[in-house]
């Protein structure tokens, strides 16, 4: 094993109550806590809907007991400054301090043995360029590999439900997606067949991201949407736990990437019901990767697993026939149209207007 650093925890917040307390207080049960830094982005509310489980937050910050942390440090803004800019300000600051971090959103409940699974990972595949991101979420799956193995090496997703990063690698992507790398590129995938792989996928809005989206849209989301979207599209990979380190409760309507994606059969996550996955309840972890790496035949389970509802898919598969017939003129006014349309529909794809063609 290699030499271990241990990574700070941020979590930007607003006013879920009782998933960001659940949160917080399941990761003070790790034993890695005592040296783990926390780092909390408290946004200012900017509607009156906001303010009743603001209020709880701060009441809960101001009499809570961290000690169990190596350090618990609130951001307290002044003003809104909106899910996006609230994180991006929370990595600015680790970037000063650390070469590695993990981010969580706040609907996350922790294992118990969550931070030393983190940095164990890492440290171990901090040098391997092969790995872009550490996963602390994993669907309920069975996955392919080997008997005793607990980590595995997917390259179909990169959930933002728990998630290890480090400072080299992240500044490397950043700049990838500011040079416009997924519309660069797009050609490629869609000759080689990439895109049709990557349309069974939840993201199936991967397709029409790759197409659109302004640089500084890219670095925002690069933790979920564009690392989701890289490592579908090149040989890399995540590191994901056999056994889920992490569950979402994000997925009841409360979030701001899930308030428009429930459908009346279930969500388009499938009807799994989200809120009682079961995750690893031991106190320790032991790294032990899978030495076969099976990552197609994890893919077709990963893909089965997570079939977007039809229609997402419809729209995948008119954007990959669009692009091949007008070419990428043609789609940016096909992205247009549709990013208005899917906005009077209320359809579940989040601030397409963001991904649509300049």
């Given at each position: 094993m290699k030499e271990i650093k241990y990574a700070p925890v941020i979590i930007p917040t607003l006013c879920r109550y009782e998933h960001f307390k659940r949160g917080i207080e399941s990761l003070k049960k790790n034993a890695w806590a005592k040296y783990t830094d926390v780092y909390?982005?408290?946004?200012?509310?900017?509607?009156?809907?906001h303010w009743d489980g603001y209020k709880k937050i701060c009441d809960y910050l101001d009499t809570?007991?961290?000690?169990?942390?190596?350090?618990?440090?609130?951001?307290r803004r002044e003003?809104?400054?909106g899910p996006s800019k609230n994180a991006q300000g929370l990595r600015e600051h680790v970037f000063q301090r650390y070469d590695r971090w993990i981010s969580a959103e706040d609907d996350i409940v922790f294992s118990p043995n969550f931070l030393e699974y983190m940095d164990?990972?890492?440290?171990?595949?901090?040098?391997?360029?092969?790995?872009?991101?550490?996963?602390?979420?994993?669907?309920?799956?069975?996955?392919v590999a080997d008997k005793d193995a607990t980590v595995i090496f997917q390259s179909s997703t990169c959930e933002a439900w728990g998630i290890g990063n480090w400072k080299r690698k992240y500044t490397l992507y950043c700049d990838m997606f500011r040079d416009n790398y997924f519309k660069k590129n797009f050609d490629k995938a869609y000759k080689t067949g990439v895109l049709k792989k990557m349309i069974t996928l939840r993201k199936a809005r991967y397709i029409i991201y790759c197409l659109g989206g302004k640089p500084n849209i890219f670095y925002l989301l690069s933790n979920d949407v564009s690392l989701g979207t890289l490592v579908s599209m090149t040989d890399k990979y995540v590191v994901t736990p056999m056994f889920s380190k992490t569950r979402n409760y994000g997925n009841d309507g409360s979030g701001i990437n899930t308030s428009n994606a429930i459908e009346k059969n279930g969500n388009h996550y499938r009807s799994y019901d989200y809120n009682n996955q079961p995750i690893d309840t031991s106190d320790s972890f032991t790294l032990r990767p899978d030495s076969v790496i099976c990552r197609e035949e994890n893919k077709k389970l990963i893909n089965k697993f997570m079939l977007d509802v039809p229609k997402n898919i419809i729209v995948a598969k008119i954007a990959i026939i669009v692009y091949g017939i007008l070419g990428i003129k043609g789609y940016k006014v096909f992205a247009t149209k549709l990013s208005n349309l899917l906005r009077r529909k209320n359809f579940s794809y989040e601030d397409l207007d963001e991904y649509k063609g300049d």
């Open positions: 909390i982005g408290l946004d200012y509310p900017l509607k009156e809907t809570g007991d961290f000690s169990v942390f190596k350090s618990f440090n609130v951001f003003e809104n400054y164990k990972c890492l440290a171990e595949y901090e040098d391997d360029d092969n790995v872009i991101a550490v996963n602390g979420y994993s669907y309920p799956i069975n996955w």
